[in-house]
């Protein structure tokens, strides 16, 4: 059972227009999100994160919003660049020194 | 970028060899963790480590065993590769407790034929 969902395999967006990626989770004992970003042929590397304590975090161009009452994650980017074109995966911890990952979303973004 | 490297990156084999992939960091921490990518099922935890010679399975850890003997190398090894074990797999490391971050090698891809 997955318990992190990421529904949308892919998302095409034009340069500078925004790109919201979403995840679900089922598990409401979730205390930290993180969001990674992964090239082809690389590792994934870290996004941003936020504690479930929170409803919104903010880090230049990206910005991830909680819903805990929905128990949905969005990764906001704005405005889109092309070097943003990557697979995103969410990942969601129990307090707990693992992480469960959604099946990610390729972002395209064209010119 | 966080010091971790894998060994090798690519590997092509045939069913029934075993094989050895190396993790290797420089960062001194003490979590480590073994990932496969396949297309459709996102990165799944084969086997994690929490400290030398402490290791404990993932969600997908049959045909797979571990071993750690020092803190800074994580070994992954297939018994007897098949086929369904032909996959992308990742080391990393991780902050916890302090933070519930991971930290990404590069990858190694490998193929059973």
């Known amino acids: 059972d997955q318990q992190v969902k990421q529904n949308s395999p892919s998302l095409s967006v034009q340069e500078g227009r925004i790109s919201i990626l979403n995840c679900d989770y089922t598990n409401s004992m979730f205390d930290y999100f993180l969001w990674y970003k992964k090239y082809p042929a690389e590792g994934p590397t870290f996004l941003i994160s936020i504690s479930s304590i929170k409803d919104k975090n903010e880090d230049g161009r990206f910005t991830v919003f909680l819903n805990k009452s929905a128990k949905h994650l969005s990764l906001h980017i704005v405005p889109s660049q092309p070097g943003d074109s990557a697979v995103y995966f969410c990942a969601a911890s129990l307090n707990t020194d693992k992480l469960i990952f959604g099946t990610g979303t390729r972002l395209q973004v064209f010119p | 970028d966080a010091g971790i490297t894998q060994s090798p990156r690519h590997k092509v084999t045939e069913t029934g060899t075993p094989v050895t992939l190396r993790c290797h960091q420089t960062?001194?921490?003490?979590?480590m963790y073994w990932y496969r990518q396949d297309p459709g099922h996102g990165l799944r935890l084969i086997h994690y480590?929490?400290?030398?010679?402490?290791?404990d399975k993932g969600e997908v850890s049959d045909g797979y065993s571990v071993s750690r003997s020092k803190t800074e190398d994580f070994l992954l090894t297939l018994e007897s590769a098949t086929s369904s074990q032909t996959s992308v797999y990742f080391c990393a490391i991780g902050t916890f407790p302090l933070t519930n971050e991971q930290f990404f090698g590069p990858g190694t891809r490998l193929t059973v034929l």
């Open positions: 480590s929490y400290g030398v010679k402490d290791t």
């Open positions: 960062e001194n921490h003490r979590y």
